[in-house]
Protein backbone atom coordinates (compact mmCIF):
# COMPACT_ATOMS: atom_id res chain seq x y z
CA UNK A 1 0.00 0.00 0.00
CA UNK A 2 1.02 3.33 -0.99
CA UNK A 3 1.88 5.67 2.37
CA UNK A 4 3.17 8.94 3.49
CA UNK A 5 4.30 10.12 6.97
CA UNK A 6 4.98 13.67 7.93
CA UNK A 7 6.05 12.72 11.76
CA UNK A 8 5.79 16.23 12.63
CA UNK A 9 2.76 18.08 13.42
CA UNK A 10 4.24 21.66 13.75
CA UNK A 11 7.35 22.85 13.47
CA UNK A 12 8.38 25.79 14.96
CA UNK A 13 11.73 28.35 13.70
CA UNK A 14 13.29 31.39 13.78
CA UNK A 15 13.42 34.02 10.89
CA UNK A 16 16.76 33.47 9.16
CA UNK A 17 17.45 29.78 11.08
CA UNK A 18 17.33 26.84 8.51
CA UNK A 19 14.01 24.85 8.48
CA UNK A 20 13.36 21.25 7.57
CA UNK A 21 10.09 19.80 7.26
CA UNK A 22 10.18 15.88 7.29
CA UNK A 23 8.44 13.48 4.81
CA UNK A 24 8.87 9.45 4.45
CA UNK A 25 7.07 7.74 1.68
CA UNK A 26 5.99 3.60 1.42
CA UNK A 27 5.15 3.18 -2.22
CA UNK A 28 6.07 0.03 -4.95
CA UNK A 29 7.74 1.25 -7.48
CA UNK A 30 9.60 4.43 -8.58
CA UNK A 31 8.15 7.20 -6.55
CA UNK A 32 6.81 10.73 -7.59
CA UNK A 33 7.26 12.81 -4.71
CA UNK A 34 5.53 16.16 -4.36
CA UNK A 35 5.79 19.22 -1.90
CA UNK A 36 2.78 21.41 -1.69
CA UNK A 37 1.71 24.16 0.75
CA UNK A 38 -1.74 26.04 2.07
CA UNK A 39 -1.69 29.12 3.04
CA UNK A 40 -5.10 29.95 5.38
CA UNK A 41 -8.29 30.04 2.76
CA UNK A 42 -6.35 29.06 -0.02
CA UNK A 43 -6.07 25.79 -1.91
CA UNK A 44 -2.72 23.69 -2.15
CA UNK A 45 0.05 25.42 -4.48
CA UNK A 46 2.62 23.66 -5.83
CA UNK A 47 6.31 23.82 -4.20
CA UNK A 48 8.72 20.88 -6.35
CA UNK A 49 8.46 17.47 -7.09
CA UNK A 50 10.59 15.01 -7.81
CA UNK A 51 10.53 12.35 -10.72
CA UNK A 52 13.58 11.49 -11.40
CA UNK A 53 17.13 12.63 -12.06
CA UNK A 54 19.22 14.41 -9.59
CA UNK A 55 18.01 13.77 -5.60
CA UNK A 56 17.87 17.30 -4.95
CA UNK A 57 15.54 19.01 -6.32
CA UNK A 58 14.95 22.91 -6.00
CA UNK A 59 11.37 24.71 -6.33
CA UNK A 60 9.54 27.68 -5.79
CA UNK A 61 10.03 30.40 -3.13
CA UNK A 62 13.33 29.18 -2.38
CA UNK A 63 12.73 25.88 -1.15
CA UNK A 64 14.01 22.41 -2.02
CA UNK A 65 13.90 18.95 -1.16
CA UNK A 66 16.28 15.69 -1.21
CA UNK A 67 15.06 12.59 -2.30
CA UNK A 68 16.92 10.01 -0.68
CA UNK A 69 16.02 6.25 -1.61
CA UNK A 70 17.62 4.64 1.16
CA UNK A 71 15.81 6.43 3.92
CA UNK A 72 12.32 6.51 1.81
CA UNK A 73 12.81 10.00 2.52
CA UNK A 74 11.67 13.78 0.91
CA UNK A 75 12.32 16.27 3.27
CA UNK A 76 11.56 20.00 2.63
CA UNK A 77 14.56 22.65 3.77
CA UNK A 78 14.96 26.01 3.22
CA UNK A 79 18.03 27.67 4.19
CA UNK A 80 16.92 30.60 5.70
CA UNK A 81 13.10 31.50 7.08
CA UNK A 82 11.08 33.87 6.31
CA UNK A 83 7.80 34.93 8.57
CA UNK A 84 6.03 34.90 5.48
CA UNK A 85 6.79 31.36 4.65
CA UNK A 86 4.71 29.90 7.52
CA UNK A 87 1.60 28.01 6.38
CA UNK A 88 0.58 24.40 6.24
CA UNK A 89 3.20 21.76 4.12
CA UNK A 90 1.73 18.78 2.57
CA UNK A 91 3.81 16.08 1.25
CA UNK A 92 2.31 13.50 -1.49
CA UNK A 93 3.61 10.30 -3.08
CA UNK A 94 2.10 8.89 -6.10
CA UNK A 95 2.51 5.63 -7.26
CA UNK A 96 1.75 2.68 -9.00
CA UNK A 97 -1.93 3.55 -8.72
CA UNK A 98 -1.53 6.80 -10.37
CA UNK A 99 -3.35 8.23 -7.73
CA UNK A 100 -1.89 11.00 -5.00
CA UNK A 101 -1.65 9.83 -1.47
CA UNK A 102 -0.85 13.42 1.17
CA UNK A 103 0.63 13.53 4.30
CA UNK A 104 -1.57 14.29 7.47
CA UNK A 105 0.35 17.96 6.69
CA UNK A 106 2.94 19.72 9.07
CA UNK A 107 2.36 23.18 10.27
CA UNK A 108 5.12 25.84 9.83
CA UNK A 109 5.53 28.54 12.24
CA UNK A 110 8.24 31.40 11.68
CA UNK A 111 8.56 33.64 14.39
CA UNK A 112 10.01 36.74 13.77
CA UNK B 1 0.11 24.09 -16.20
CA UNK B 2 -3.93 24.80 -15.53
CA UNK B 3 -5.67 27.75 -13.91
CA UNK B 4 -8.53 26.51 -12.16
CA UNK B 5 -11.52 28.16 -11.23
CA UNK B 6 -13.46 26.68 -8.57
CA UNK B 7 -17.26 28.26 -7.09
CA UNK B 8 -18.71 29.28 -4.86
CA UNK B 9 -15.57 29.69 -2.28
CA UNK B 10 -17.22 29.47 0.88
CA UNK B 11 -20.73 28.75 1.78
CA UNK B 12 -22.85 28.25 5.04
CA UNK B 13 -26.00 25.63 4.20
CA UNK B 14 -28.57 24.20 6.53
CA UNK B 15 -28.60 20.59 6.70
CA UNK B 16 -30.88 18.67 4.41
CA UNK B 17 -30.33 20.66 1.48
CA UNK B 18 -27.58 20.34 -0.97
CA UNK B 19 -24.73 22.12 -2.48
CA UNK B 20 -23.44 22.31 -6.18
CA UNK B 21 -19.55 22.91 -6.26
CA UNK B 22 -18.25 24.40 -10.09
CA UNK B 23 -14.66 24.06 -11.20
CA UNK B 24 -13.61 25.39 -14.41
CA UNK B 25 -9.86 24.42 -16.03
CA UNK B 26 -8.63 26.57 -18.66
CA UNK B 27 -7.11 23.50 -20.97
CA UNK B 28 -8.48 20.58 -21.79
CA UNK B 29 -7.76 18.02 -19.13
CA UNK B 30 -8.76 13.91 -19.65
CA UNK B 31 -9.17 13.55 -15.32
CA UNK B 32 -10.26 15.56 -12.55
CA UNK B 33 -10.37 14.99 -9.07
CA UNK B 34 -12.09 15.71 -6.39
CA UNK B 35 -11.16 16.19 -2.50
CA UNK B 36 -12.38 16.46 0.56
CA UNK B 37 -10.26 17.99 3.39
CA UNK B 38 -11.82 17.89 6.91
CA UNK B 39 -10.77 20.66 9.62
CA UNK B 40 -7.12 19.81 10.57
CA UNK B 41 -7.08 17.29 8.43
CA UNK B 42 -5.52 15.62 5.31
CA UNK B 43 -6.80 15.79 1.98
CA UNK B 44 -9.28 12.94 0.91
CA UNK B 45 -9.80 11.82 -2.58
CA UNK B 46 -13.95 11.57 -3.18
CA UNK B 47 -13.26 10.44 -6.98
CA UNK B 48 -11.87 10.76 -10.20
CA UNK B 49 -14.14 12.32 -12.48
CA UNK B 50 -13.64 10.96 -16.63
CA UNK B 51 -14.89 12.85 -19.36
CA UNK B 52 -18.09 10.39 -20.51
CA UNK B 53 -17.91 8.19 -18.30
CA UNK B 54 -19.04 7.55 -14.65
CA UNK B 55 -16.74 9.27 -11.49
CA UNK B 56 -14.99 6.62 -10.25
CA UNK B 57 -15.67 6.74 -6.09
CA UNK B 58 -13.26 5.52 -3.39
CA UNK B 59 -14.00 4.03 -0.35
CA UNK B 60 -15.90 5.51 1.53
CA UNK B 61 -17.71 7.85 -0.66
CA UNK B 62 -21.08 7.23 -2.70
CA UNK B 63 -22.41 8.68 -5.93
CA UNK B 64 -25.85 9.05 -4.29
CA UNK B 65 -24.03 11.21 -1.30
CA UNK B 66 -21.75 13.12 -3.73
CA UNK B 67 -22.34 13.07 -7.78
CA UNK B 68 -20.53 14.16 -9.88
CA UNK B 69 -20.79 15.84 -13.75
CA UNK B 70 -18.42 16.15 -16.15
CA UNK B 71 -19.73 17.36 -19.19
CA UNK B 72 -16.79 18.24 -20.99
CA UNK B 73 -13.01 18.30 -21.09
CA UNK B 74 -12.65 21.53 -18.65
CA UNK B 75 -15.93 21.34 -16.43
CA UNK B 76 -17.04 19.21 -13.38
CA UNK B 77 -19.56 19.72 -10.26
CA UNK B 78 -19.13 18.12 -7.53
CA UNK B 79 -22.67 17.49 -5.14
CA UNK B 80 -22.98 17.70 -1.68
CA UNK B 81 -26.01 16.00 -0.92
CA UNK B 82 -28.25 16.44 1.87
CA UNK B 83 -25.87 17.90 3.74
CA UNK B 84 -25.27 17.40 7.89
CA UNK B 85 -22.95 19.14 9.92
CA UNK B 86 -20.03 16.31 9.28
CA UNK B 87 -19.78 17.53 5.85
CA UNK B 88 -18.36 20.40 7.09
CA UNK B 89 -14.85 20.65 4.79
CA UNK B 90 -13.19 22.36 2.46
CA UNK B 91 -13.58 20.63 -0.99
CA UNK B 92 -11.29 21.05 -3.32
CA UNK B 93 -11.20 20.27 -7.16
CA UNK B 94 -7.77 19.44 -9.07
CA UNK B 95 -6.20 18.29 -12.52
CA UNK B 96 -2.92 16.16 -13.30
CA UNK B 97 -2.32 16.91 -17.12
CA UNK B 98 -0.21 13.92 -17.33
CA UNK B 99 1.77 11.63 -15.06
CA UNK B 100 5.09 13.48 -14.36
CA UNK B 101 3.76 16.75 -13.94
CA UNK B 102 2.10 17.84 -10.55
CA UNK B 103 -1.29 18.39 -9.86
CA UNK B 104 -3.40 21.79 -10.18
CA UNK B 105 -5.89 22.70 -7.05
CA UNK B 106 -8.51 25.05 -7.42
CA UNK B 107 -8.79 27.54 -4.42
CA UNK B 108 -11.39 25.45 -2.38
CA UNK B 109 -14.93 25.93 -1.06
CA UNK B 110 -15.18 26.10 2.30
CA UNK B 111 -18.58 24.61 3.30
CA UNK B 112 -20.08 25.05 6.66
CA UNK B 113 -23.34 23.30 7.58
CA UNK B 114 -25.47 24.19 10.14
Known amino acids: AQSVAQPEDQVNVAEGNPLTVKCTYSVSGNPYLFWYVQYPNRGLQFLLKYITGDNLVKGSYGFEAEFNKSQTSFHLKKPSALVSDSALYFCAVRGYTNKLIFGTGTLLAVQP | SAVISQKPSRDICQRGTSLTIQCQVD?????MFWYRQQPGQSLTLIATANQGSEATYESGFVIDKFPISRPNLTFSTLTVSNMSPEDSSIYLC???????????FGQGTRLTVV
Open chain 2, 94 to 104: SVEPDMNTEAF
Open chain 2, 27 to 31: SQVTM
